[in-house]
């Protein structure tokens, strides 16, 4: 978020920022930070190359199935879908997932700094592959397999879309 703030001071000090009428933003898919109620971040973000999940990614396969997964999200499981690293993060430090508001992936982490909404597009969402690709919604029957609770994760919108004002 620092880094994100000292960006956005350098990008308009030149420029009148009145005449700013809408910001984007771009961000590495496939990381997350899971944040508390608070919306503070409760450990560092786990990023999308990392792969110590390997056997959450076996548990997926053997519980649903390779080719249901893919049929639904588009996706294979693998270690840059950030659904294996959610269950590995369930398994291995439950004394933070306990705590779990949300899992944002970055943008959500920044719209709700930025917006003071926990939003992202189905777009970014899709490296969580829980999205159902046909739908471009969340799949609430996958989440309910994989155990996965529903009101953890951001809420979902087009990509593009005013999602509001900013943040002071």
């Known amino acids: 978020w620092k880094a994100t703030c000292f960006a ?10 009145n005449t700013l009428s809408a910001v984007g933003i771009t961000h ?4 997350f930070v899971p944040i508390s109620l608070n919306k503070k971040p409760l450990r560092n973000a786990i990023l999308y190359m990392d792969r110590r999940c390997s056997d959450q990614i076996n548990a997926i396969k053997e519980k649903i199935g390779a ?8 996706k294979i499981p693998t270690f840059i879908n950030s659904v294996s690293s959610i269950l590995w993060l369930m398994d291995e430090e439950p004394q933070v997932s306990d705590k779990v508001f949300k899992y944002l992936d970055v ?11 926990c939003i992202t597009s189905y777009v970014s969402a899709d490296e969580f592959s829980l999205v159902n690709i ?19 994760f951001p809420e979902l919108c087009p ?3 005013v999602i509001g004002g900013l943040t002071k």
């Open 159 to 161: 990509p593009g879309q």
């Open 107 to 117: 943008q959500a982490y920044l719209l709700m700094h930025l917006t003071g909404r």
């Open 8 to 17: 956005i001071k350098e990008a308009v000090k030149e420029i009148d920022i």
């Open 67 to 74: 080719r249901k997964i893919q049929q639904i999200t588009g």
């Open 28 to 31: 590495q898919r496939g990381t």
């Open 134 to 152: 046909k739908m471009r919604t969340w799949d609430f029957d996958l989440m309910d397999q994989l155990d996965l609770e529903k009101r953890k």
